[in-house]
């Protein structure tokens, strides 16, 4: 690992170049839409816009598991929005999601639709509307709110940290990839202590706790998430790997993940979901691969 050259930020930042890196092409430090383009409405009461990372994959492990359920009403179309080419900043999209980040959830089951975005928000609009994986008062529900809340604030530090100095930026800094290696273990450490006397996150019971972690966690205890597994030394964390194995055994899971997938093993990818015959008759699209941080 090199350092950068020392720099002295100047009296007001501006921007006059790209800031490098993988996805540098849609940073920009403004708001809005850069093109109008609405967004296509398929025939579920839920229409969900995003993209198969790990924020994109709590969503769709949320309404998979619902659909285990049998929850009917949970019905849902993805659509792939393509952040790499820019698919997040439409019209359309800052309409569901003035922040320009996916997942975006419009909910059309009743009278007038209802948006909601970030997904921790959806991950609770959904608990509440459907009365699952949430408890609904006293301890259990603070605790199940704690840890999800917990890996709302910890996933920056994962994701935007560690994983955009170790993976995505132009240069190699020792002491940013440090500082986030060293964060990223301490709460892999958080997360193993815990496990060691809870079957899962937030009790025994499973819930939307594990549904928000496990795509952010449970993929850098596999070493897939940033190819940092050797990196941070996952395997030392027992615990997690335990809860990691159940977690993705789960065959929601299995399906969740695989929505608005468009990287990895093709038989892993489900570019977009219509309906649930849609996971026997996929086929393979030519898209590029988008995934990317800050989604």
């Not at 790499?84 to 999209?93: H, I, L, M, R």
Request: with cysteine; hydrophobic share 40%; charged share 25%.
């Amino acid at each position: 690992m090199t350092d950068n050259v020392e720099f002295t930020p100047p009296k007001v930042w501006t921007w006059d170049k790209e800031s490098g890196g993988r996805f540098a092409n849609i940073n920009r430090p403004i708001a809005g839409p850069t093109h109008d383009k609405e967004l296509p409405i398929g025939k579920h009461p839920l229409q969900l816009y995003s993209l198969g990372t790990p924020n994109g994959v709590k969503v769709t492990v949320m309404l998979e598991e619902l659909l285990e359920l049998g929850h009917a009403g949970a019905e849902y179309d993805a659509w792939l929005i393509r952040i790499s080419e820019g698919d997040q900043f439409s019209s359309g999209f800052v309409e569901v999601n003035p922040n320009s980040k996916i997942p975006a959830l419009m909910d059309r089951s009743g009278p007038e639709p209802v948006r909601v975005f970030e997904s921790g928000a959806i991950l609770m609009y959904l608990a509440e509307k459907f009365g699952e994986f949430l408890p609904t008062g006293g301890a259990d529900r603070a605790e199940c709110l704690s840890w999800l809340f917990w890996q709302m604030g910890s996933a920056p530090f994962l994701g935007g940290g560690f994983g955009h100095f170790y993976a995505y930026a132009p240069i190699k800094i020792e002491y940013a990839i440090n500082r986030y290696a060293m964060e990223v273990k301490r709460q892999l450490d958080v997360l193993d202590r815990r496990l060691a006397s809870s079957e899962y996150i937030a009790g025994p019971d499973y819930t939307l706790a594990d549904i928000a972690i496990w795509p952010w966690y449970g993929a850098l205890a596999k070493g897939v998430l940033y190819e940092a597994g050797e990196f941070l030394q996952v395997q030392d964390y027992k615990n997690v790997q335990r809860w990691t194995e159940a977690v993705g055994a789960r065959p929601a899971v299995k399906r969740g993940r695989m929505v608005n997938r468009v990287m990895g093993d093709p038989s892993t990818q489900l570019h977009e979901r219509h309906d649930a015959s849609d996971f026997e008759t996929r086929t393979q699209d030519k898209l590029a691969p988008a995934e990317g941080s800050g989604a």
